[in-house]
C-alpha cells in the first residue's frame, strides 16, 4: 500500500468529518534535517491542558523528553492519556526509523527503538513554535497541522567534534552543543581531548597531566601566519574532571549522542611530554605548546609509553562506553624517531621497513589492548601510513583517497575531509569575518557534500559509516565563536548524513533555514547569518565581460552602485547583467521594503588586459579547491588574503602545471603580476619556480619564488612593450614536503590567485 493511501486511511478511522478536506505534499517541510516522506492535511491537532502522554515503557527516554520539552517550554501540563501515544513498530527496519502521525485528535510515535521515536520527537518539537525552546509560549491552546512523516537516516555515523585542548568551554556549553546535535537527530559527539596545547581530561593515575599538561604560560596572538610571533602572557589552561566527564557522558546518553573520546597518539604529545619527559625519545624537558601547528615531540614507541597510554586508557575506558575510543594518529613527525637509537633498534628488531612501519606497529599495538578491553579504534587517515591496523576505523580527513583505499580493503571509514567539513574555514568573503585558520567553506559547499567517495564500487560504498563535522579552536577563544562558527553549517551537515539525495535541494533547505534561525534565537545561540549576502561572479558572453548577482533568498531586491557608495533604497535595481569595460567599485546588497538585509556585498574589478580571454591550463585544479575555474584567473578580481579556498584561489596538489593565456591578437605587455598562497599549517607552500615565454618561443624564462616567511609569494615581472599574443607560464610544485615543515613526508599544494597583465 502507498504512503498516500495510509495517509487516507489513518485519517478517515480517525475522524468522519470535514470529508471535503484534501490531504496535500507539505507546502513546505520546515524540519531540518529534512525527513524521508511527509504528508500534510488541512486539519490540525490541538495541543491543550486536555492533552496526554502514553507510551511504551521500551520508548520512555522519547516521551520523558517530548513531556517535559512541552512543560518546561510552556504553560500546559500534560496528563495521562492517548492523544498523544509511544507505539513500539516492530515491523520498522531500521532502529533509527520512526513515523509520525498528527491527526485532528491524536498524534501516534511509532518506532522499532527509543531512539528512533527521540527522533519523532525531534521532528515534532520542530513543528512547535520557537518559543517553546525558551519557556515563552504563552498560548492556553496551540493548533498543530496535520501531516504523517516516515522517516530514517542514510548514514549510521551522524558526527559533530570539538577541540578543546586549543581553547576550552564550560560544561554547560558542551551539553548546549549536545543539545543542538540531537535537535538535528546527529548522533556521535567526537571530543578531541588531548592535543600539544593542552591535556584536558584528569587521569587520576598520573597527576602531573593535571598540574602541567592542561596549561600553557602563554597563548599565540593573532594568526599563526603572522610574523614574528607574538603571544598574550597569559597563563591559559583547565580541565575536565572525570565527574564532570560522567555527567557530560550521561546527558549524551539521554539524547541518543554517542560521545568518544579522542586521545592523540603518537603525535602532537607535547603536553603530555612536557608533564612526563621520559616518553618522549629525547627525556629532554619541553614546554606544553603555546602556539599553533606540529611540533616534533612524538611519543617514544618504548615500554614506558606503551604503560603510560594503557593506564591513561584504563581510566578512559571506565569514563567512556563508546564502542570507539580514537587514537589520533595524524600529523606524527618522524624527526625523533629518526634519530632514536631505541627506535632504530626496534625497528630492526621488527623488521619494519622504516618510521611509517614503526608508526603501523604503534597503532596497532595499542589497537590490540583496546581490543582486548572490547573496544574498537577509529583514528585519522594517517594510520593507512606503514600498513593499517586490522580493526581499525579511518577517518579521512586529507580529502577522499585515505577513504577509498581503507574501504576497498574492507575497513570502515567516517569521512570528514577538510574541503568540505572542517567548520573552522572562513564562511564568508567579507572582509570583517573574524579571525580564522584560513581556507573558505560556505554554506552551500558543506550542503553539497557527498559522502560516498568517488571510486567505490556498491559494495565497497558499504563501508562509509556517515560524516562530521569537524570544529578546530586555533582561532575560537569564546563559547561565542565556536557557534558562529558551527550553526547554520552544523544544520547542513546534518542533512547531509540523515537526509536521502533524492530529498535534498540547497534553494530549499535555506528557506527551511531563514525560519529555523527564530529557533536558534530562542535557544540563544550566536549563529553566522549569510543568507542575504549576495553572490557575484564575473561571467563573458561573445568575448565581453559582465558582473551578474545572485541571492537565494525570495522575494527579496538586490540594488547596486558602480562608483563605490553605500547602496540604499534608491539605488539601482538589479535586473540583468552588468556590462564591464573599465575598472570598477562594486557594492550591491539585499534588500526588502523597508530595509537593508544583511551586509553590504563589495567587489573591486581591477580591468587588464587579459580579462575576458582565452585561458587554458594543462591540469584539472583539484575540485575540493577549483574555485571558478581557468577563467577565474583572469577575471580582473583577486583573491581573498585570507581565504584561500575561495572562487579566485585554484589549487592544485602536488602537481606542475602549465598555463596558456591567448589574448587573439597581438598585444603590448609591460607588465606580468600574479601571487602564490603561503599557508604550511594547511601544506600550501610557493612553487619553487616559475617559468614564462611568449608564443610559440621554447626558450623559457626562469624565475624563482621561493619564499615561505610571508602568507603571499608575489611574482611580479617587468617588461618593455614586449609584443605577443600568447602567453605561457610552467610552475613548478614545491614537491614533498621536508621533514622540517608542516605537512612532512605529503604532497605540497600550490595555490594561485589573478594573473594581472597590463
Given at each position: 500500500?502507498?504512503?498516500?493511501k495510509?495517509?487516507?486511511?489513518?485519517?478517515?478511522?480517525s475522524?468522519l468529518?470535514?470529508?471535503?478536506?484534501?490531504?496535500?505534499?507539505?507546502?513546505r517541510?520546515?524540519?531540518?534535517?529534512?525527513?524521508?516522506?511527509?504528508?500534510?492535511?488541512?486539519?490540525?491537532?490541538?495541543?491543550n491542558?486536555?492533552?496526554?502522554?502514553?507510551y511504551?515503557?521500551?520508548?520512555?527516554?522519547?516521551?520523558?523528553?517530548?513531556k517535559?520539552?512541552?512543560?518546561?517550554?510552556?504553560?500546559l501540563?500534560?496528563r495521562?492519556?492517548?492523544?498523544?501515544?509511544?507505539?513500539?513498530?516492530?515491523?520498522?527496519?531500521n532502529?533509527?526509523?520512526?513515523s509520525?502521525?498528527?491527526?485532528p485528535?491524536?498524534?501516534?510515535i511509532?518506532?522499532?527503538?527509543?531512539?528512533?521515536?527521540?527522533y519523532?520527537?525531534?521532528?515534532?518539537?520542530?513543528?512547535?513554535?520557537?518559543?517553546?525552546?525558551?519557556?515563552?509560549?504563552e498560548g492556553?491552546?496551540?493548533?498543530?497541522?496535520?501531516?504523517?512523516?516516515?522517516?530514517?537516516?542514510?548514514?549510521?555515523?551522524?558526527?559533530?567534534?570539538l577541540?578543546v585542548?586549543?581553547?576550552?568551554f564550560?560544561?554547560?556549553?558542551?551539553?548546549?552543543?549536545?543539545?543542538?546535535?540531537?535537535?538535528?537527530?546527529m548522533?556521535?559527539?567526537?571530543?578531541?581531548?588531548?592535543?600539544?596545547?593542552g591535556?584536558?581530561?584528569?587521569?587520576?593515575?598520573?597527576?602531573?597531566l593535571?598540574?602541567i599538561?592542561?596549561?600553557?604560560d602563554?597563548?599565540?596572538?593573532?594568526?599563526?601566519?603572522?610574523l614574528p610571533?607574538?603571544?598574550d602572557?597569559?597563563?591559559?589552561?583547565?580541565?575536565?574532571?572525570?565527574e564532570e566527564?560522567?555527567?557530560i557522558?550521561?546527558y549524551?546518553?539521554q539524547?541518543?549522542?554517542?560521545?568518544?573520546?579522542?586521545i592523540?597518539?603518537?603525535?602532537?604529545?607535547?603536553?603530555?611530554?612536557?608533564?612526563?619527559?621520559?616518553?618522549?625519545?629525547?627525556?629532554?624537558?619541553?614546554e606544553?605548546?603555546k602556539?599553533?601547528?606540529?611540533?616534533?615531540?612524538?611519543?617514544?614507541?618504548?615500554?614506558?609509553?606503551?604503560?603510560?597510554?594503557?593506564?591513561?586508557?584504563?581510566?578512559?575506558?571506565?569514563?567512556?562506553?563508546?564502542?570507539?575510543?580514537?587514537?589520533?594518529?595524524?600529523e606524527?613527525?618522524?624527526?625523533?624517531w629518526?634519530?632514536?637509537?631505541?627506535?632504530?633498534?626496534?625497528?630492526?628488531?621488527?623488521?619494519?621497513k622504516?618510521?611509517?612501519e614503526?608508526?603501523?606497529?604503534?597503532?596497532?599495538?595499542?589497537?590490540k589492548?583496546?581490543?582486548?578491553?572490547?573496544?574498537?579504534?577509529?583514528?585519522?587517515?594517517?594510520?593507512?601510513?606503514?600498513?593499517?591496523?586490522?580493526?581499525?576505523?579511518v577517518m579521512?580527513w586529507?580529502?577522499t583517497?585515505?577513504?577509498?583505499?581503507?574501504?576497498?580493503?574492507?575497513?570502515?571509514?567516517v569521512?570528514?575531509?577538510t574541503?568540505?567539513?572542517?567548520?573552522?574555514?572562513?564562511?564568508?568573503?567579507?572582509?570583517?569575518?573574524?579571525?580564522?585558520?584560513?581556507?573558505?567553506l560556505?554554506?552551500?559547499?558543506?550542503?553539497?557534500?557527498?559522502?560516498?567517495?568517488?571510486?567505490?564500487?556498491?559494495?565497497?560504498?558499504?563501508?562509509?559509516?556517515?560524516?562530521?563535522?569537524?570544529?578546530?579552536?586555533?582561532?575560537?577563544?569564546?563559547?561565542?565563536?565556536?557557534?558562529?562558527?558551527?550553526?547554520?553549517?552544523m544544520l547542513?551537515?546534518?542533512?547531509?548524513?540523515?537526509?536521502?539525495?533524492?530529498?535534498?535541494?540547497?534553494?530549499?533547505f535555506?528557506?527551511?533555514?531563514?525560519?529555523?534561525?527564530?529557533?536558534?534565537?530562542?535557544?540563544?545561540?550566536?549563529?553566522a547569518?549569510?543568507?542575504?549576502?549576495?553572490e557575484?561572479?564575473?561571467?563573458?558572453?561573445?568575448?565581453?565581460?559582465?558582473?551578474?548577482?545572485?541571492?537565494?533568498?525570495?522575494?527579496?531586491?538586490?540594488?547596486?552602485?558602480?562608483?563605490?557608495?553605500?547602496?540604499?533604497?534608491k539605488?539601482?535595481?538589479?535586473?540583468?547583467?552588468?556590462?564591464i569595460t573599465?575598472?570598477?567599485k562594486l557594492?550591491?546588497?539585499?534588500?526588502?521594503?523597508?530595509?537593508?538585509?544583511?551586509?553590504?556585498?563589495?567587489?573591486?574589478i581591477?580591468?587588464?588586459?587579459?580579462v575576458?580571454?582565452?585561458?587554458?591550463i594543462?591540469?584539472?585544479p583539484?575540485k575540493?579547491?577549483?574555485g571558478?575555474?581557468a577563467?577565474?584567473?583572469?577575471?580582473?578580481?583577486?583573491?581573498?588574503?585570507?581565504?584561500?579556498?575561495?572562487?579566485e584561489?585554484?589549487g592544485?596538489?602536488?602537481?606542475d602545471?602549465?598555463?596558456t593565456?591567448d589574448?587573439?591578437?597581438?598585444?603590448?605587455?609591460?607588465?606580468?603580476?600574479?601571487?602564490?598562497?603561503?599557508?604550511?599549517?594547511?601544506?600550501?607552500?610557493?612553487?619553487?619556480?616559475v617559468?614564462?615565454a611568449?608564443d610559440?618561443?621554447?626558450?623559457?624564462?626562469?624565475?624563482?619564488?621561493?619564499?615561505?616567511e610571508?602568507?603571499?609569494?608575489?611574482?611580479n615581472?617587468?617588461?618593455?612593450?614586449k609584443?605577443?599574443?600568447?602567453?605561457?607560464?610552467?610552475i613548478?610544485?614545491y614537491?614533498?614536503?621536508?621533514?622540517?615543515?608542516?605537512g612532512?613526508?605529503?604532497?605540497?599544494?600550490?595555490?594561485?590567485?589573478?594573473?594581472?597583465?597590463?
Amino acid at each position: 500500500m502507498n504512503f498516500r493511501k495510509i495517509f487516507a486511511i489513518c485519517v478517515f478511522t480517525s475522524v468522519l468529518i470535514n470529508c471535503n478536506s484534501q490531504t496535500h505534499e507539505a507546502e513546505r517541510s520546515v524540519i531540518i534535517p529534512t525527513p524521508s516522506n511527509s504528508i500534510s492535511a488541512s486539519w490540525n491537532f490541538i495541543l491543550n491542558k486536555k492533552t496526554g502522554i502514553e507510551y511504551d515503557e521500551r520508548l520512555k527516554i522519547s516521551a520523558n523528553f517530548l513531556k517535559e520539552y512541552i512543560e518546561n517550554g510552556s504553560k500546559l501540563k500534560l496528563r495521562r492519556n492517548s492523544k498523544i501515544s509511544f507505539i513500539v513498530d516492530e515491523t520498522i527496519v531500521n532502529p533509527e526509523g520512526y513515523s509520525l502521525e498528527i491527526l485532528p485528535g491524536t498524534i501516534k510515535i511509532k518506532a522499532k527503538t527509543d531512539q528512533g521515536a527521540f527522533y519523532a520527537v525531534q521532528s515534532l518539537r520542530q513543528l512547535l513554535p520557537p518559543s517553546f525552546e525558551n519557556g515563552s509560549f504563552e498560548g492556553k491552546y496551540l493548533e498543530i497541522k496535520s501531516i504523517i512523516i516516515t522517516d530514517a537516516p542514510q548514514f549510521l555515523y551522524r558526527g559533530m567534534h570539538l577541540d578543546v585542548s586549543r581553547h576550552m568551554f564550560s560544561v554547560g556549553f558542551i551539553k548546549k552543543y549536545i543539545d543542538v546535535m540531537a535537535m538535528l537527530k546527529m548522533n556521535t559527539f567526537h571530543w578531541h581531548l588531548t592535543d600539544d596545547q593542552g591535556w584536558r581530561i584528569e587521569i587520576k593515575k598520573y597527576p602531573r597531566l593535571q598540574e602541567i599538561s592542561a596549561f600553557r604560560d602563554e597563548t599565540l596572538v593573532g594568526h599563526y601566519s603572522d610574523l614574528p610571533h607574538q603571544f598574550d602572557g597569559k597563563k591559559y589552561g583547565g580541565y575536565y574532571t572525570q565527574e564532570e566527564v560522567k555527567d557530560i557522558v550521561a546527558y549524551a546518553k539521554q539524547r541518543f549522542v554517542t560521545v568518544i573520546p579522542e586521545i592523540e597518539m603518537p603525535g602532537h604529545a607535547q603536553a603530555a611530554i612536557a608533564a612526563y619527559p621520559e616518553l618522549g625519545c629525547t627525556s629532554e624537558q619541553v614546554e606544553v605548546a603555546k602556539k599553533w601547528g606540529v611540533f616534533e615531540e612524538i611519543y617514544c614507541p618504548n615500554q614506558k609509553t606503551f604503560a603510560f597510554l594503557e593506564d591513561v586508557l584504563e581510566e578512559v575506558l571506565e569514563l567512556f562506553p563508546s564502542e570507539y575510543i580514537h587514537i589520533g594518529g595524524d600529523e606524527a613527525p618522524k624527526t625523533r624517531w629518526k634519530n632514536c637509537s631505541h627506535c632504530q633498534a626496534l625497528i630492526k628488531t621488527e623488521g619494519l621497513k622504516d618510521e611509517h612501519e614503526l608508526q603501523s606497529y604503534f597503532i596497532t599495538k595499542m589497537e590490540k589492548y583496546l581490543n582486548s578491553k572490547g573496544r574498537q579504534i577509529i583514528g585519522w587517515d594517517e594510520i593507512l601510513e606503514g600498513g593499517l591496523a586490522p580493526n581499525a576505523t579511518v577517518m579521512s580527513w586529507r580529502g577522499t583517497s585515505g577513504a577509498v583505499e581503507a574501504a576497498k580493503s574492507g575497513h570502515n571509514v567516517v569521512m570528514t575531509p577538510t574541503s568540505h567539513c572542517y567548520f573552522d574555514y572562513y564562511q564568508s568573503v567579507s572582509e570583517d569575518e573574524p579571525l580564522a585558520i584560513g581556507g573558505f567553506l560556505p554554506l552551500e559547499k558543506v550542503y553539497g557534500f557527498n559522502p560516498i567517495p568517488e571510486g567505490l564500487t556498491k559494495e565497497e560504498s558499504k563501508y562509509v559509516l556517515g560524516a562530521q563535522g569537524n570544529i578546530w579552536t586555533e582561532y575560537m577563544p569564546t563559547e561565542k565563536q565556536v557557534e558562529y562558527m558551527v550553526y547554520p553549517r552544523m544544520l547542513a551537515m546534518s542533512e547531509v548524513v540523515w537526509s536521502h539525495t533524492n530529498r535534498k535541494n540547497y534553494k530549499d533547505f535555506v528557506l527551511r533555514l531563514e525560519n529555523f534561525y527564530r529557533r536558534l534565537d530562542a535557544l540563544g545561540i550566536n549563529y553566522a547569518n549569510h543568507l542575504y549576502e549576495i553572490e557575484g561572479n564575473l561571467v563573458s558572453e561573445a568575448g565581453k565581460p559582465f558582473f551578474e548577482f545572485k541571492t537565494l533568498t525570495e522575494d527579496k531586491t538586490i540594488r547596486y552602485t558602480l562608483d563605490g557608495s553605500e547602496p540604499n533604497l534608491k539605488s539601482e535595481i538589479y535586473k540583468s547583467k552588468i556590462s564591464i569595460t573599465n575598472s570598477t567599485k562594486l557594492k550591491a546588497a539585499v534588500f526588502n521594503t523597508e530595509a537593508k538585509l544583511g551586509k553590504t556585498f563589495n567587489q573591486n574589478i581591477d580591468f587588464h588586459k587579459a580579462v575576458g580571454k582565452k585561458i587554458t591550463i594543462d591540469k584539472v585544479p583539484h575540485k575540493a579547491y577549483s574555485g571558478s575555474g581557468a577563467e577565474g584567473l583572469i577575471n580582473g578580481i583577486s583573491g581573498s588574503d585570507s581565504r584561500y579556498g575561495d572562487k579566485e584561489w585554484l589549487g592544485f596538489w602536488g602537481e606542475d602545471i602549465e598555463i596558456t593565456i591567448d589574448f587573439g591578437e597581438e598585444t603590448e605587455i609591460n607588465t606580468i603580476e600574479t601571487r602564490f598562497y603561503n599557508g604550511n599549517g594547511q601544506w600550501i607552500y610557493a612553487p619553487k619556480a616559475v617559468k614564462l615565454a611568449f608564443d610559440d618561443d621554447d626558450d623559457f624564462k626562469y624565475i624563482s619564488v621561493f619564499n615561505f616567511e610571508n602568507s603571499f609569494t608575489k611574482f611580479n615581472f617587468e617588461i618593455e612593450g614586449k609584443k605577443a599574443r600568447v602567453l605561457r607560464f610552467k610552475i613548478q610544485n614545491y614537491g614533498i614536503i621536508s621533514e622540517d615543515k608542516q605537512g612532512a613526508g605529503n604532497k605540497a599544494w600550490t595555490f594561485i590567485d589573478e594573473i594581472i597583465i597590463n
